[in-house]
């Protein structure tokens, strides 16, 4: 069974970095991608960032382009997305989402974590 756990949210002030974390269990991971998606009160679940497990490939939204790294560990199975420049509107409870590859949708994803709450103060 596929697990996905997010760790590592909280409250920053503007300007601030943040790292969360994304811990995976359940599958091999260097056969899947990460993706990191939040969803703003109110707003839709947006796609963020998104890692290949095998190469190690990157995408990410123009909005976090330049400000949001995303990496992973494979030997300890997590992907880390560190946060720097953070601004208000970067406030959204942040998902990881596990499948065989990289997407914008929550479609393309099939297995996700419960979520990590970061909050940017202005």
């Known amino acids: 069974e596929v697990q996905l756990v997010e760790s590592g949210g909280g409250l920053v002030q503007a300007g601030g970095s943040l790292i969360v974390s994304c811990a995976a269990s359940?599958?091999?991971?260097?056969?899947?991608?990460i993706g990191w998606f939040r969803q703003a009160p109110g707003k839709e679940r947006e796609g963020v960032s998104c890692?290949?497990?095998?190469?190690?490939?990157?995408y990410y939204a123009d909005s976090v382009k330049g400000r949001f790294t995303i990496s992973s560990d494979n030997a300890k199975n997590t992907v880390y997305l560190q946060m720097n420049s953070l601004k208000p509107e970067d406030t959204a409870v942040y998902y990881c989402?596990?499948?065989?590859?990289?997407?914008?949708?929550?479609?393309?994803?099939?297995?996700w974590g419960q979520g990590t709450q970061v909050t940017v103060s202005s």
């Open positions: 989402a596990a499948d065989h590859g990289c997407g914008w949708s929550l479609a393309d994803f099939g297995s």
């Open positions: 359940g599958f091999t991971f260097d056969d899947y991608a």
């Open positions: 890692i290949f497990g095998s190469d190690g490939s990157t």
